[in-house]
């Protein structure tokens, strides 16, 4: 029996009197506020690991099928629900499969969770920098070449990267998988932003089905669900051993996921991979690209392998923090993101023409008007810092705050982030060069002692 219908065959049968978390015993305690804010039902649903209900930890009942059919229709050999987002996936993945001094190779791009995986882990990481497309002030999908390259100089246990990555750009996975598969390397790809491939036509297949050991992908992204749901997926012709995977989640996941999570990520799920979802996400496809059609011609929207669900856009050289301002006060519509050359708005599932339309129609009236041209171009050039301490052994140094000045060939305890390029410059245990410290706009910084 499915998660939703257990629960429903549950209230049906009267229920029971439950001595059990969580407090607000189904609902009859909730505030007004809270009840006019998420209304009666969600608090039914959030119930706990009850008798003849499993749980995620150890799935012997409806999860244990749950998980199977979400494996069915991902075509994986073991798939997870995340009740922390693909955050904990990235983690439990990396605590599966790396040991402390195990070497990984990683984009410095990468999500925050897979530097904080490093530290969990003690995996030592080597780092590598993709291309850098300074037109459009983000970095490039990650090219087999660079990976076939960097593997042959150097031996590591696993590779992550980003695919797509935050603006949206497609890797090469499935030469990269070959390749990883070739050099026997674990294969990771933070799908964070490709929760919907599974469904629509995206001109990628998922990381999984090119080949990849692991994906992560984030439901509530992309795909419909509410925050923080997400999958991690191992693959069918991977050696991996699932069961490692199942306990790393038990170190870093709640004993207390809620039920009415599980259930959004079936029902989101059942959905997507039905003849209706997959109109769906068509019809959201179709009016993404009537707005393409649509918009200005003083308007460059970014195009090449690359998520269409991510529009990345540029004003004729106009400062995307003066388009992001008046967007704001004006038509109050707000972007994920704007770097020195260009804007992101990212649509999902839930992303229809009318948003859409008022969008296009504030951009074209925007792009009207005369502006000043961004002045930034210089991207900082940048060498990656030596590296003093692992991750992990620079978390557990003790720590003292200087006067950047005086920083010079000290050990960094900071992430340091500047734009451009947009990538930390800095993470902790690196060597702060003279070079950096000229960069960084800091009259203080925390070192390792
Ligand atoms: C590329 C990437 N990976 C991973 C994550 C983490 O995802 P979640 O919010 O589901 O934990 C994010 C979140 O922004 C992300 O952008």
Redesign the pocket.
């Known amino acids: 029996m499915s998660l939703i219908k257990k629960i429903k065959d549950y209230y049906k049968k009267g229920g029971r009197i439950l001595f059990t978390t969580p407090s607000h015993n189904q609902g009859h305690f909730q505030t007004t506020a809270a009840e006019k804010l998420l209304g009666k039902q969600f608090l039914q649903y959030d119930l706990s690991e009850l008798d003849g209900f499993d749980n995620l930890r150890n799935p012997q009942g409806p999860i244990k099928k749950l998980l199977e059919n979400i494996s069915n229709i991902y075509n994986s050999k073991s798939s997870f629900i995340l009740t922390n987002?693909?955050?904990?996936g990235?983690i439990a993945s990396m605590l599966a499969f790396l040991k402390e001094g195990d070497k990984v190779l990683i984009a410095r791009n990468c999500?925050i969770?897979v530097y904080n995986g490093l530290v969990l882990s003690g995996a030592v990481p080597v780092w590598f920098l993709p291309e850098y497309d300074s037109e459009w002030g983000i970095y490039k999908g990650i090219k087999a070449e660079q990976i076939e390259k960097i593997l042959r100089e150097q031996e590591v246990k696993a590779l992550i990267i980003?695919s797509p990555t935050?603006e949206g750009l497609y890797s090469e996975t499935e030469k990269i998988a070959q390749i990883c598969k070739n050099h026997g390397v674990i294969f990771i790809v933070?799908e964070?932003?490709g929760a919907l491939y599974n469904f629509g036509n995206f001109k990628t297949k998922p990381a999984i089905q090119c080949g990849a050991d692991i994906s992560v992908q984030?439901l509530?992204?992309t795909a419909g669900a509410p925050n923080?749901c997400?999958l991690v997926h191992i693959s069918n012709q991977s050696s991996l051993n699932p069961d490692k995977l199942q306990k790393a989640l038990n170190i870093i996941n709640t004993t207390s996921p809620s039920y009415a999570l599980l259930a959004s990520c079936e029902t989101v799920i059942n959905y997507l991979n039905s003849s209706k979802g997959q109109l769906y996400i068509e019809k959201l496809l179709s009016d993404i690209e009537i707005f393409k059609k649509n918009i200005s011609s003083k308007i460059h929207i970014y195009s090449g392998k690359n998520d269409p669900t991510k529009i990345l856009i540029k004003f004729n050289g106009a400062a995307p923090s003066a388009i992001a301002g008046i967007l704001n006060e004006k038509y109050k519509i707000e972007e994920e993101f704007s770097n020195h050359k260009s804007m992101l708005f990212i649509c999902g599932i839930g992303t229809n023409a009318n948003k859409l339309n008022k969008l296009c129609s504030a951009l074209n009236e925007i792009s009207k008007n005369t502006f000043t041209k961004c002045s930034t171009d210089a991207v900082m050039k940048y060498n990656l810092p030596d590296i003093k301490y692992t991750p992990r052994q620079a978390f557990f140094k003790d720590k003292i705050v200087i006067d950047t000045e005086n920083a010079v060939n000290k050990i960094s305890a900071e992430a340091i982030t500047t734009y451009p390029p947009g990538i930390p410059v800095l993470l902790p245990g690196e060597v702060i060069s003279k070079d950096i410290l000229n960069k960084i706009d800091k009259s203080h910084i925390e070192i390792c002692c």
């Open positions: 987002g693909s955050t904990s990235i999500h969770s980003t935050y933070d964070a932003h984030s509530h992204k923080p997400a």
